[in-house]
């Protein structure tokens, strides 16, 4: 079954410290992966794509992922973490549905970043 | 900017209520999405629209149906609400390619069945 999961329910990290935020994935094909991130009593809002290319994709806020094929993964980075990006970070992959495709989203890792 | 609205913020209906809620876009895009966040499931597809009267079945569709007559607006309609169908309710929108294009979602309708 085609699925993305996103191992850690909640990571904390002290402020000016590098994080991550891990994710794998199970697709037939080629995958197509996209982080999200909610802010607090917000909607969701896009952060970055792994299309197809380089490895490592830069996205919005300083965040940038890596995608590891071999690992199937594809990890959320950033080498300095503020307490504002505290929030709720979703990974996501593209699945095909009939003649069109939709996105599969994991469960979701709270991040939270003390002072 | 791109900006999905839903017609409200907060919701509280009773069990066995018809219930509508109203998602509009204003970037003339092709899909629509409907989705539901519960905490430690993540968000999941309930239908999905990429064209005026289209509409597909995402991966929880029972109880719930929806309907697209205009590009900008994409209903979900809950026939007789129920007390698992309390939820965060998300709606979303992409240009054409669905799937390898973001969405833009909008700021969510939290529903309380009673």
């Known amino acids: 079954a085609q699925s993305v999961a996103q191992p850690e329910d909640q990571v904390n990290v002290a402020e000016g410290n590098p994080l991550t935020v891990k994710c794998t994935y199970s697709?037939?094909?080629?995958?197509?992966l996209f982080w999200y991130v909610q802010y607090p009593n917000r909607g969701l809002q896009f952060l970055l794509k792994?299309?197809?290319?380089?490895?490592l994709v830069k996205g919005s806020y300083g965040f940038e992922a890596e995608f590891n094929k071999s690992q199937t993964s594809f990890h959320l980075k950033k080498p300095s973490a503020l307490v504002s990006d505290s929030a709720l970070y979703f990974c996501?992959?593209?699945?095909?549905?009939?003649?069109?495709?939709?996105?599969?989203f994991g469960q979701g890792t709270t991040l939270q970043v003390k002072p | 900017d791109v900006k999905v609205t839903q017609s409200s913020r907060y919701l509280v209906k009773r069990t066995g209520e018809k219930v509508f809620l109203e998602c509009v876009q204003d970037?003339?895009?092709?899909?629509m999405f409907w989705y539901r966040q519960d905490p430690g499931l993540g968000l999941r597809l309930i239908y999905f629209?990429?064209?005026?009267?289209?509409?597909e079945k995402g991966d929880i569709p029972e109880g719930y149906s929806v309907s697209r007559e205009k590009k900008e607006r994409f209903s979900l309609i809950l026939e007789s609400a129920s007390t698992n169908q309390t939820s965060m309710y998300l709606c979303?929108?992409?240009?054409?390619?669905?799937?390898?294009?973001?969405?833009?979602f909008g700021p969510g309708t939290r529903l309380t069945v009673l």
């Open positions: 979303a929108s992409s240009v054409a390619l669905a799937g390898l294009n973001e969405q833009f």
């Open positions: 697709v037939s094909g080629n995958p197509y």
């Open positions: 792994y299309i197809t290319g380089d490895n």
């Open positions: 996501a992959v593209r699945v095909r549905s009939g003649n069109t495709g939709k996105l599969i």
């Open positions: 970037m003339d895009h092709e899909n």
């Open positions: 629209s990429y064209d005026v009267k289209m509409k």
